[in-house]
Nanobody
Framework: QVQLAESGGGLVQAGGSLRLSCAAS???????MGWFRQGPGKEREFVAAISWSGRITRYTDSMKGRFTISRENAKNTMYLQMNSLKPEDTAVYFC????????????WGQGTQVTVSS
């Protein structure tokens, strides 16, 4: 069983930066991991994903160039560096994990709130 815990959220002014962390416990060898977010009154949306090796990354177009996903497998931790934050980035950010053969993410964290003030 995999458990995920996000941290690093908070309140930041527009144009600022935050780095989110996702600490995993349990077996995550070869798992894809990803970040999703859900803004107020919105559906959950994909943010970014990364393969076990880190060689494969995926981003939603609107976040390319501003957000960077990374992971440290030795620490069983994934990160999301968010720069040039905008008020529309305000959301609860979730990390998730899945086996590479799966289409859907099987494991989810509880989420961390990111609020960007204008």
């Amino acid at each position: 069983q995999v458990q995920l815990a996000e941290s690093g959220g908070g309140l930041v002014q527009a144009g600022g930066s935050l780095r989110l962390s996702c600490a995993a416990s349990g077996r995550t060898f070869n798992y894809f991991m990803g970040w999703f977010r859900q803004g107020p009154g919105k559906e959950r949306e994909f943010v970014a994903a990364i393969s076990w090796s880190g060689r494969i990354t995926r981003y939603t177009d609107s976040m390319k160039g501003r957000f960077t996903i990374s992971r440290e497998n030795a620490k069983n931790t994934m990160y999301l560096q968010m720069n040039s934050l905008k008020p529309e980035d305000t959301a609860v950010y979730f990390c998730a994990a899945k086996e590479p053969a799966r289409d859907e993410y099987d494991y989810w964290g509880q989420g961390t709130q990111v609020t960007v003030s204008s």
